[in-house]
C-alpha cells in the first residue's frame, strides 16, 4: 500500500543547489527549442529530465554545458555562469551525449586515457583510474579491445566510465538507456543509482522511457515544448496530475454480500462503486474484486467495512497514478505538433 | 554545512571584477599542475591517427613512388645533359628537381600535384567525421577551447606534411648525391629547404581549406569532392579560364607600351588568384637562381642588367610576395573555419 503523498515534501529545499536554471530560453529562428525554464537541481539528488523527443532535453543540457548560448536567461551549474566560465564547469561536469560515440579503432583504454589527458589528469593515475572504472562498469574483460567491436551496451557502459574518469560533481546522461536491452538498461540504472548514492554525485538524466526513470530518480522533471510543466517526485508528480482529485480503490474479498455492497456504496466520500451487483450474487462465499472512485484516500475504511461485513479481503491498493498516465495526459497532442516540425 | 567553507572562494571569484581572464586562469593552472596541455593531447592523438591509418599509408606510397621515379629521370637527364655539354653547369644540384627527361614529371610538378591532393586527404573529414561518429560532443564536453580542436587538427596534420615532404626532399637530395656525385653548396641546401618549406605552406593551404569543407559539409563524401573540385579548378582550368580571358581581352600589338604592360599585369595579377600559380612562381624563383623577375620586363628595364643567378637573399625577396600570399590564403581559410565552427552547433548527430 502506497498511500503516503504527504511525505512527498521537497526535502531538497534544505539542500545546496548545484544547477540553477532561470527563465532560460532558446529561440531557433522562428522555434522555441526551450522557454522560459527554471530549474533547480540540488547536490546529490538524481533528477529525470522526462520528455518526449524533440523537447528540447538536449538544447537545454548543451545549454547548461556552454556548448550552446541561451538567447535570454540564465543558468548557474556549481554557481558557474556555462556562458563565461565553460571551461571551469567542463572540469566538473561529465556530459554522455546520446549516442556517446568513440574513437573505433582505439581500445577502451585508450579512449579512457585520452579523456584524462585532456582533463589534465597524470598519466599513471590516469591509468590507474581508467582501469578501475572499467573494473567498475563491468568491462575489465574488454580492457584492450578496440571499441569497434563494442556492443551498444558496452558503449554506454564505456561512456559512464569514460564521464567518471574526471572525478565529476555533476554527471549529465542525455538518453542513457537509448537502445539497449531491457537487462543492460537494468544493470545500467543500477550503476548509475549506485554511483550517485556512493558518490555523492549529482546525476541528471534525461529520457523518454517513464519507466527507468521512476526506477532511480529522486525527482523527475516533465519536459514539453520547451516548458516544464511539472516536477518532484513520482507521488507528487501523481497528485498534480490528479486535478479532479478523485482517488481510486481497488479491492478484491471474498464473501460478497449485499451488506457488503451497501456499506461501501454508502460510504462516505465513495462517488462511485464499480463491483458485483447485489442480483449477482447467487451465494455467500462469492470471490469478487471492485473499484471504488473517492474523493479522497479510503482504502483503510473500506477495509474496515469489508471486515465488519464478515467478509475476507484478499487484496486492497490505492491505484497510483503511474508515469504512464501522467505521460499520457501531458503528452498527447505534444509530440504529433513536434513531430511534424522536427528540430533543425 | 561543509560547502559554506568553499563558497567564499569561488564567490569571490566570480564576482571580484579584476579577475584574471580565463585564459590567464588556465595558464596559471597549466603551471601548478605538469602536464600536457589539452592542445598538445589532441596533436598527439591526430598525429596518431593518421600515422596509422590507410588513407595515409596510400599517400605516402604514392608520393614516394612519383618522387623516386622523378629524380631518375632528373638524374638521366642531367647525365645526358653534361655528356653532351648542353647543361647548364650552375646551380646542377637544384636541378634535379626541376629538370626532366621528359618522361615523368619533375620532383617540383609532382609536389605541386599531388601535394593538394595530401593536403586534402588528410582534412576533408577532420570534423564530420567526428560530429557523425559522435565523438564531437564527447571531446568539446572536456575542459578544452573550441578553437583549440580545429587547430589541433590542423597543426597535427600539417606536422605531419612537414615531416614528409622534408623527408622526401632529403631524400631525393641524398640519392642524388650518390648518383651524380655532385656535392650541394650550403646555399643550394638553403633554398631546398626554403622550397620544401614553401611546399608545406601550400599544402597548409589545401589541408585548411579541406578543413573547412568538413565544418561546413555534413557528409565526408561532399566534403572531399569539393576540394577535389576546387584543387582541379585551381590546378588545370584555371589556366585555361585566364588564357581564354587574355585572348579576349588583349590590346592590339601595335598598341602603346603602357597599354600592352597594363594588360599584362592585369593577367598576371588574375593568375595570382591561384593558390598554384602563386606556388608555381615562389618555387621557379627558390630552385632557379636564374629567374631575375617574375613580372613583364621592358627592354629598357633589361639594358644594363648582367644576366646572372640572383643570391639567395634577392631570390627569397622575389617569392616574398608569393609565400605571404599563400599563407594569408590559409589564414582566410582558417578564419572562415573557427567562425563556422564556433558557431556551429555540437550535437551528437545532425
Not at chain 1, 486492497?316 to 498527447?332: A, C, N, P, V, W
Request: glycine share 8%.
Amino acid at each position: 500500500m502506497e498511500t503516503s503523498i504527504q511525505e512527498a515534501v521537497p526535502v531538497t529545499e534544505q539542500l545546496e543547489p548545484i544547477i540553477e536554471l532561470k527563465r532560460l530560453t532558446k529561440r531557433y529562428d522562428t522555434q522555441v527549442a526551450v522557454n522560459g525554464l527554471n530549474l533547480t537541481i540540488s547536490r546529490g539528488e538524481v533528477f529525470g529530465l522526462l520528455g518526449p523527443n524533440g523537447a528540447g532535453k538536449t538544447t537545454t543540457i548543451l545549454m547548461m554545458l556552454g556548448l550552446t548560448e541561451p538567447t535570454s536567461g540564465s543558468a548557474r551549474i556549481c554557481g558557474l555562469d556555462p556562458v563565461r566560465q565553460a571551461l571551469q564547469i567542463k572540469r566538473r561536469v561529465g556530459y554522455m551525449p546520446d549516442d556517446v560515440g568513440f574513437y573505433e579503432d582505439r581500445t577502451a583504454i585508450d579512449n579512457l586515457m585520452l579523456t584524462a589527458r585532456l582533463n589534465r589528469i597524470p598519466s599513471a593515475e590516469g591509468i590507474a583510474r581508467a582501469q578501475e572504472l572499467l573494473e567498475l562498469v563491468g568491462l575489465k574483460d574488454a580492457v584492450n579491445k578496440k571499441v569497434g567491436a563494442f556492443s551498444r551496451g558496452m558503449r554506454q557502459r564505456l561512456g559512464i566510465a569514460d564521464v567518471l574518469i574526471k572525478r565529476p560533481e555533476v554527471v549529465i546522461l542525455d538518453e542513457p538507456t537509448l537502445g539497449i536491452d531491457p537487462e543492460g538498461v537494468r544493470e545500467l540504472l543500477k550503476l548509475i543509482s549506485d554511483l550517485s548514492r556512493k558518490e555523492k554525485i549529482t546525476v541528471l538524466l534525461s529520457s523518454h522511457h517513464l519507466h527507468q526513470v521512476q526506477q532511480i530518480c529522486d525527482r523527475v522533471g516533465l519536459f514539453v515544448r520547451g516548458e516544464l510543466i511539472a516536477s518532484g517526485d513520482i507521488e507528487s508528480l501523481a497528485e498534480q496530475l490528479d486535478d479532479e482529485g478523485t482517488v481510486t480503490v481497488e479491492l478484491e474479498a471474498e464473501g460478497w454480500s449485499e451488506d457488503l455492497i451497501h456499506r461501501l456504496t454508502n460510504l462516505s466520500g465513495v462517488i462511485s462503486y464499480h463491483g458485483p451487483q447485489s442480483h449477482e450474487l447467487v451465494h455467500n462465499s462469492i470471490t469478487a474484486s471492485a473499484t471504488l472512485i473517492c474523493s479522497r484516500d479510503l482504502s483503510s475504511e473500506a477495509a474496515l467495512e469489508i471486515i465488519q461485513s464478515g467478509a475476507r479481503l484478499n487484496a486492497i491498493s490505492r491505484k497510483q497514478y503511474g508515469l504512464d498516465d501522467i505521460y499520457h495526459r501531458y503528452f498527447e497532442g505534444g509530440e504529433r505538433g513536434e513531430r511534424s516540425s522536427s528540430k533543425s | 554545512m561543509n560547502e559554506a567553507a568553499a563558497s567564499p572562494n569561488w564567490l569571490k571569484r566570480i564576482f571580484t571584477g579584476n579577475q584574471p581572464s580565463l585564459r590567464k586562469q588556465a595558464r596559471l593552472e597549466k603551471t601548478s599542475v605538469r602536464t600536457t596541455s589539452p592542445f598538445w593531447v589532441m596533436v598527439q592523438k591526430e598525429f596518431g591517427d593518421h600515422m596509422r591509418s590507410w588513407r595515409f599509408i596510400i599517400l605516402i606510397a604514392i608520393i614516394a613512388l612519383a618522387c623516386i621515379g622523378s629524380i631518375y629521370t632528373a638524374v638521366t637527364a642531367l647525365r645526358d645533359g653534361v655528356k653532351s655539354q648542353q647543361a647548364d653547369n650552375n646551380f646542377l644540384f637544384l636541378q634535379m628537381f626541376t629538370v626532366s627527361d621528359g618522361t615523368l614529371p619533375t620532383f617540383v610538378t609532382f609536389v605541386s600535384f599531388l601535394g593538394p591532393l595530401v593536403g586534402i586527404a588528410l582534412g576533408f573529414d577532420a570534423v564530420n567525421t567526428e560530429r557523425n561518429k559522435g565523438t564531437l560532443s564527447r571531446l568539446l564536453s572536456q575542459p578544452i577551447y573550441r578553437d583549440d580542436f580545429i587547430l589541433a587538427k590542423f597543426t597535427a596534420s600539417l606536422l605531419l606534411v612537414a615531416v614528409v615532404l622534408y623527408s622526401l626532399g632529403f631524400l631525393v637530395m641524398g640519392l642524388g648525391l650518390f648518383t651524380i656525385g655532385y656535392p650541394p653548396t650550403p646555399e643550394e641546401v638553403m633554398r631546398v629547404i626554403l622550397f620544401l618549406f614553401v611546399a608545406t605552406v601550400y599544402v597548409g593551404f589545401w589541408l585548411n581549406l579541406a578543413i573547412l569543407f568538413s565544418i561546413r559539409f555534413r557528409q565526408a563524401a561532399t566534403s572531399a569532392l569539393s576540394g577535389i573540385a576546387l584543387w582541379l579548378f585551381f590546378t588545370i582550368f584555371y589556366s585555361m579560364l585566364v588564357g581564354i580571358i587574355e585572348k579576349a581581352t588583349a590590346p592590339d600589338a601595335s598598341s602603346a607600351l603602357s597599354i600592352l604592360l597594363r594588360h599584362a599585369n592585369r593577367m598576371l595579377l588574375l593568375n595570382r588568384l591561384s593558390p598554384a600559380y602563386l606556388f608555381s612562381e615562389a618555387t621557379s624563383t627558390l630552385l632557379t637562381p636564374g629567374v631575375r623577375s617574375l613580372g613583364p620586363l621592358t627592354t629598357a628595364q633589361v639594358i644594363g642588367a648582367i644576366s646572372s643567378p640572383l643570391s639567395l637573399m634577392q631570390s627569397i625577396l622575389l617569392s616574398w610576395p608569393q609565400l605571404v600570399g599563400l599563407i594569408a590564403a590559409t589564414m582566410i581559410c582558417f578564419g572562415i573555419s573557427y567562425v563556422l565552427f564556433m558557431r556551429q552547433e555540437v550535437r551528437s548527430k545532425g
